[in-house]
């Protein structure tokens, strides 16, 4: 069976220009209307997604006051709709106030047949892209959820979220190990909410943020007088999430002097404050992440070996977002449906240059980093689609590493673009084959000669 041709509505009084738009659009199924009343009857039931609309209707042939109340009638019924406007009368005047009030383009008479034409196609998949942005954004992180609250649909992601899941349960350390931006923090929460500790304080401190004179403080704790400034007892972050979960985000840069305090309390469970003489017993569990190579620092001396066990009993890798495929326009679509209901309702998704845009980057910042660039878009967009202009990507900077080898960048190519591929088809052989214009034997050997995971 054929596909059903989209419908058309044409709004226009003459009757020699009815039958010959009629007849020139023969790829639409053009419905024709002469007054407000046909119009309306045929936009509640024919659904058109294009309207043209003469603004000189009867009763007011002359004038345009008809073809505003049109027009208005149908930006109430149904706002998406592109409608493109045609008068004789003041046309560049009408036609701008035509566009205030919502219409989508405008032509002048007398008729150019092709003209239109273009600007009516040209509207008909501004339309079809508009609609496939509302249901991709309306589902936008559905079903792509894991550790309750991370987004992802990448098996390199998934992979890190049922490990976590696993030892969640249990009482080891945990090291989460990533560049900065690839969402160690929520990682770290998604443990603490699977475990069963989940009801305690989750409580999370940036070793790398606080000056090093006040780091033992706000880890340990104070005495009343135990220094200048110490006007009561206070608990440090240890014993504020006893029971719970403790996130030491940027361990590396803890120094040598308290890495020996926190050792203690890791082997002990017990701590003293600053001041204090009393040691209290605390059930606090340790997760800690960095993006320094601990390793290289045990060699240099400026992170002990011990503690680093201690710390590393389960060590789990984030990947960066480049080695995510899928993840970056997933999660950009999220990003934009919250930004755009926050700072600019009237944007509803991406112009296609973006998305090819976002998927092509390599996101050195990784999510933090995609984060900022969807909401200055936001921002700045002037129509209802994000551009890859308003990403502000400097020119050239998508141009990949220097390889001098034509068969390693063939293979590196190929991997990159089927992993998307089967990312954006949810791992589906069939589906990814048809997006890469291929056969599944041919891809299949692919999978096989690149070694390639597609499992969800």
Known sequence: MADKKPALLI????????????????????????????????????????????????????????????????????????????????????????????????????????????????????????????????????????????????????????????????????????????????????????????????????????????????????????????VKTTEGKIESANGGTLFLDEVGDIPLPLQVKLLRFLQERTIERIGGRKAISVDTRIVCATHQDLEAMITAGTFREDLFYRLAEIVVRIPPLAERHGDAVLLAKVFLKRFAGEMNPAVTGFAPDALAAIDGHDWPGNVRELENRIKRAVIMADGKLVAAADLDFEDGEEEESDILNLKSAREQADRRVIRHALARSEGNISSTAKLLGISRPTLYDLIKQYDLDTST
């Open 11 to 230: 709004v226009e009084d003459d009757e020699g220009l009815q039958a010959q738009l009629k007849w020139a659009y023969d790829d639409f199924n053009v419905v024709i209307a002469g007054t407000r009343e046909q119009a309306i009857t045929a936009l509640r039931s024919e659904m058109p997604a294009v309207v043209t609309l003469d603004l000189g209707l009867p009763p007011d042939p002359d004038g345009t006051r008809e073809g505003f109340a049109v027009l208005d009638a149908i930006m109430e019924l149904k706002p998406d709709t592109k409608v493109i406007v045609a008068s004789g009368h003041g046309a560049r005047e009408s036609a701008l106030h035509a566009i205030e009030r919502g219409a989508y383009d405008f032509y002048q008479k007398p008729l150019d047949i092709d003209a239109l034409g273009l600007i009516v196609r040209r509207a008909f998949n501004l339309h079809k892209i508009e609609a496939e942005n509302r249901r991709l954004l309306a589902n936008a992180g559905k079903d792509k959820t894991v550790l309750g609250r991370m987004i992802t649909g990448a098996p390199e992601m998934v992979k890190v979220a049922r490990t976590i899941e696993r030892v969640a349960r249990t009482s080891v350390s945990v090291m989460l190990l990533g560049a900065s931006g690839t969402g160690k923090e929520l990682l770290a929460r998604g443990l603490h909410d699977a475990s069963d500790r989940a009801e305690q304080p989750f409580v999370a401190i940036n070793c790398a943020a606080i000056p090093e004179n006040l780091l033992e403080s706000e880890l340990f704790g104070h005495e009343k007088g135990a220094f200048t400034g110490a």
